[in-house]
């Protein structure tokens, strides 16, 4: 089963909006991770979340994490057209596994200027 | 500079010739990984490792092979590559602490099986 999963698939914004996107997961996590990535490179670490925490904020970043509905959301305000790539969230802990982090499949965010 | 690095950055070779995807990181990282990313899968992890000669299978280890002889190397070993491991390859390092923590991630390996 997909542990990680977005929604929406893709997003497209106008400058200045603010763009959420949503993560659901399936099993019991420690940390949730969100990371972006610009077309065909290397994923960039934004921002964790550990299994007690509800909420955390980082620059225009802010996510949220509901263990018991099993998801979280990212938030970024003011967009800027240079926020434009895919954002994924990432789970450790599934499939009975601490050791293995499972990927969603994103959500491609465009943002117009 | 902390990085993790691979090599080579692109790759099309012919199905059944044997290849390595090398991976190093500079950062004293216990945790290494290997994931693939594929279009409308995402990324889809393949082999981790906790330690020196310490590896488990990911969600799709199936025709990889990986080593970790040391620290800041995991190699990434197709024996007998075919068509369908045509991907983009990418290796990550990190911690583990209170779970998986930050992990960092290297350039990516475009790889053609013909």
């Not at chain 1, 972006?36 to 994923?43: D, E, I, M, T, Y």
């Not at chain 1, 934004?46 to 802010?62: A, T």
Request: hydrophobic share 30%; with cysteine.
């Amino acid at each position: 089963s997909q542990q990680g999963e977005e929604d929406p698939q893709a997003l497209s914004i106008q400058e200045g909006e603010n763009a959420t996107m949503n993560c659901s997961y399936k099993t019991s996590i420690n940390n949730l991770q969100w990371y972006r990535q610009n077309s065909g490179r290397g994923l960039v670490h934004l921002i964790l979340i550990r299994s007690n925490e509800r909420e955390k904020h980082s620059g225009r970043l802010r996510v949220t994490l509901d263990t018991s509905k099993k998801s979280s959301s990212l938030l970024i305000t003011a967009s800027r057209a240079a926020d434009t790539a895919s954002y994924f969230c990432a789970t450790d802990g599934s499939g009975g596994s601490n050791y293995k982090l499972t990927f969603g499949k994103g959500t491609l965010l465009t943002v117009n200027p | 500079e902390a990085q993790v690095t691979q090599n080579p950055r692109y790759l099309i070779t012919v199905t059944g010739k044997k290849l390595t995807v090398t991976c190093s990181q500079n950062m004293n990282h216990e945790y290494m990984s290997w994931y693939r990313q594929d279009p409308g899968l995402g990324l889809r992890q393949i082999y981790y490792s906790m330690n020196v000669e310490v590896t488990d299978k990911g969600d799709v280890p199936e025709g990889y092979k990986v080593s970790r002889k040391e620290k800041r190397n995991f190699p990434l070993i197709l024996e007998s590559p075919s068509p369908n491991q045509t991907s983009l390859y990418f290796c990550a390092s990190g911690l583990y602490d209170r779970g998986l923590e930050t992990q960092y991630f290297g350039p990516g390996t475009r790889l053609l099986v013909l």
